[in-house]
């Protein structure tokens, strides 16, 4: 599994040859200014709710790859209005199949309301299971949320998870103490920190988040860097 990170939420997951690009806020992004999205590679746009800073990018992607949009059931239908076309709508619960991994859409504790402030369902988290050298693999990508006890649902239905991709970022999102906690409750070996320092009231000290997730596998990336994790 290769991982890039793009800034804030947003994610690359790259399996078996397959390119899953998570919550494409990049070009307002200040700190993702050396990115240039054209050059980003897509076969799927996994979006976790409507707001601004995760979906900005999601139709200029679309036209460079023809990516195929998967996000909740009027998320989809937003931007099938904006001329993305052949999205999956889903809401919380259902699975999708793709040829590498299954996809499963999970709750999430945050609001969702597009960009032009119309109604953007219910935010949501993504669940990826997949193989590598026959080995099951499992991926939890929060999105925005804050903690709550359901997710030890994660757990009792998958078992464990190789990473969770959490928010440390507070304010609008966990902070760093409850994002430790909602590690252990979906039984998480590795971490992977997001949906900080992009603005003055998410800015953490990440020496501080290093240090309360010493008892993970705490993957910290540079905005642009690519990491092979499993």
Same mark, same amino acid.
């Given at each position: 599994m290769k991982v890039t990170y793009y800034g804030h939420g947003c994610f690359s997951i790259g399996i078996g040859?397959?390119?899953?690009?998570?919550?494409?806020?990049?070009?307002?992004?200040?700190?993702?200014? =050396?990115? =240039?999205?054209?050059?980003?590679?897509?076969?799927?746009?996994?979006?976790?709710?409507?707001?601004?800073?995760?979906?900005?990018?999601?139709v200029e992607i679309y036209k460079n790859t023809k990516a195929t949009l998967i996000a909740n059931f009027e998320v989809n239908n937003w931007f099938a209005a904006k001329?993305?076309?052949?999205?999956?709508?889903?809401?919380?619960?259902?699975a999708y199949q793709t040829k590498d991994c299954?996809?499963?859409?999970?709750?999430?504790?945050?609001?969702?309301?597009?960009?032009?402030?119309?109604y953007g369902g219910l935010a949501s988290g993504f669940v990826l299971v997949f193989q590598e050298d026959e080995v099951d693999k499992v991926i939890y990508f929060a999105g925005d949320t804050g903690l709550y006890k359901d997710m030890?649902?994660?757990?009792?239905?998958?078992?464990?998870?190789?990473?969770a991709f959490l928010p440390i970022g507070d304010v609008f999102t966990m902070g760093i103490n409850d994002a430790v906690e909602a590690a252990y409750l979906v039984n998480a070996d590795g971490v992977i920190p997001m949906h900080y320092d992009t603005f003055p009231p998410i800015?953490?000290?990440?020496?501080?988040?290093?240090?309360?997730?010493?008892?993970?596998?705490?993957?910290?990336?540079?905005?642009?860097?690519?990491?092979?994790?499993?």
């Open positions: 040859g397959t390119n899953y690009l998570i919550d494409p806020f990049i070009t307002p992004n200040e700190l993702a200014k =050396d990115i =240039d999205i054209k050059t980003i590679k897509a076969d799927y746009i996994l979006l976790t709710h409507g707001h601004e800073d995760h979906v900005a990018d999601t001329g993305v076309e052949g999205g999956v709508g889903m809401n919380i619960g259902g299954a996809i499963k859409m999970v709750s999430a504790a945050h609001s969702s309301s597009m960009p032009d402030g119309s030890e649902l994660i757990q009792e239905e998958f078992g464990f998870v190789d990473f800015e953490v000290n990440l020496e501080e988040a290093k240090r309360e997730f010493e008892e993970f596998r705490f993957e910290v990336f540079n905005i642009g860097e690519e990491k092979e994790l499993i």
